[in-house]
Nanobody
Framework: QVQLVESGGGLVQSGGSLRLSCAASGRTLSHYTMGWFRQAPGKEREFVAAIGWSWSGEMKYYTDSVKGRFTISRDNAENTVYLQMNSLKPEDTAVYYC?????????????????WGQGTQVTVSS
């Protein structure tokens, strides 16, 4: 069993930055693919970023709308995954969820993840 707790959300102006953290307990995160998803009001949950392992090493994937602005990383010693968000836009406003699973990091389907955090609100004002 893995317990995930997100933090770092808040209110920021357009163009600003936030760093989300996802602290895990129960299992070592390095064994899992870790993903960030978000859900805006009235919309479905969508994939944001993921980090995992392949035969060639660590891989990171991003949805097109955040490429070049967001960076996913993990600190295995701290058992924590981060999402650095720069150049934030009002359309990034959503509840952000951390997730852990065994599927490939290239899988953007939320069904590939077994464990979820409670979410943290990110609000970007224009």
């Amino acid at each position: 069993q893995v317990q995930l707790v997100e933090s770092g959300g808040g209110l920021v102006q357009s163009g600003g930055s936030l760093r989300l953290s996802c602290a895990a307990s129960g299992r070592t995160l390095s064994h899992y693919t870790m993903g960030w998803f978000r859900q805006a009001p009235g919309k479905e949950r969508e994939f944001v970023a993921a980090i995992g392992w392949s035969w060639s090493g660590e891989m990171k994937y991003y949805t097109d709308s955040v490429k070049g602005r967001f960076t996913i990383s993990r600190d295995n010693a701290e058992n924590t995954v981060y999402l650095q968000m720069n150049s934030l836009k009002p359309e990034d406003t959503a509840v952000y969820y951390c997730a852990a699973g065994r599927s490939s990091a290239s899988n953007s389907n939320s069904g590939g993840y077994d464990y979820w955090g409670q979410g943290t609100q990110v609000t970007v004002s224009s």
